[in-house]
T-cell receptor, first 112, second 113 residues
Framework: QKEVEQNSGPLSVPEGAIASLNCTYS??????FFWYRQYSGKSPELIMSIYSNGDKEDGRFTAQLNKASQYVSLLIRDSQPSDSATYLC????????????WGAGTKLIIKP | GAVVSQHPSWVICKSGTSVKIECRSL??????MFWYRQFPKQSLMLMATSNEGSKATYEQGVEKDKFLINHASLTLSTLTVTSAHPEDSSFYIC?????????FGPGTRLTVL
């Protein structure tokens, strides 16, 4: 069974520090990887997508993909209290109907 | 860009009634839309995948006769919860696919009394 694993947390990080969120996946042929942010009571919001090995930066966010080790991570620099949310990792394989396999999410708390 | 709307944002209904939820892609055409359900403090659960002009594909354990999905156009999909019961109370969220990414609507909170 295809799985996406995340540490449920909560992960507590001081304001201004770097928050590091990790995700591993089981399907080696997965090709597309996504990070979503979900505030309590709200729907998920796409933060980053990454498709090839290496780093992808967008503002304070950096996604890192290592297909050989089957993990993808999200770094948040200069963490702000507004970054406190649950971060969902999602993976899409090449043959699915664009369905995503979801991790359970990591709850991130940024402490002022 | 890539904005998805959902209506209504919340609804309260009596047990036994039906509720229709609309999902629209506002600035793009979505060949595929997805319907999810999320219970408090739980993960997203995919209910069905909806392709424009064809029947929806339901996930195992989701009753297709209870959760009716219509994807009549490239910008509109609807989910009808028929004969709703209190156990159907949940947060229903749609997403729409543009190229390789999924964008979510704001969700509909359903409470069945």
């Amino acid at each position: 069974q295809k799985e996406v694993e995340q540490n449920s947390g909560p992960l507590s990080v001081p304001e201004g520090a770097i928050a590091s969120l990790n995700c591993t996946y089981s399907d080696r042929v997965s090709q597309s990887f996504f990070w979503y942010r979900q505030y309590s009571g709200k729907s998920p919001e796409l933060i980053m997508s990454i498709y090839s090995n290496g780093d992808k930066e967008d503002g304070r966010f950096t996604a890192q993909l290592n297909k050989a080790s089957q993990y993808v991570s999200l770094l948040i620099r200069d963490s702000q209290p507004s970054d406190s949310a649950t971060y969902l990792c999602a993976v899409r394989g090449p043959l699915s109907n664009y369905q995503l396999i979801w991790g359970a999410g990591t709850k991130l708390i940024i402490k002022p | 860009g890539a904005v998805v709307s959902q209506h209504p944002s919340w609804v309260i209904c009596k047990s036994g009634t039906s509720v229709k939820i609309e999902c629209r892609s506002l600035d793009f055409q979505a060949t595929t839309m997805f319907w999810y359900r999320q219970f408090p403090k739980q993960s997203l659960m995919l209910m069905a995948t909806s392709n424009e002009g064809s029947k929806a594909t339901y996930e195992q354990g989701v009753e297709k006769d209870k959760f009716l999905i219509n994807h009549a156009s490239l910008t509109l999909s609807t989910l009808t919860v028929t004969s709703a019961h209190p156990e159907d109370s949940s947060f229903y969220i749609c997403s729409a696919r543009t190229l390789n990414e999924q964008f979510f609507g704001p969700g509909t909170r359903l409470t069945v009394l």
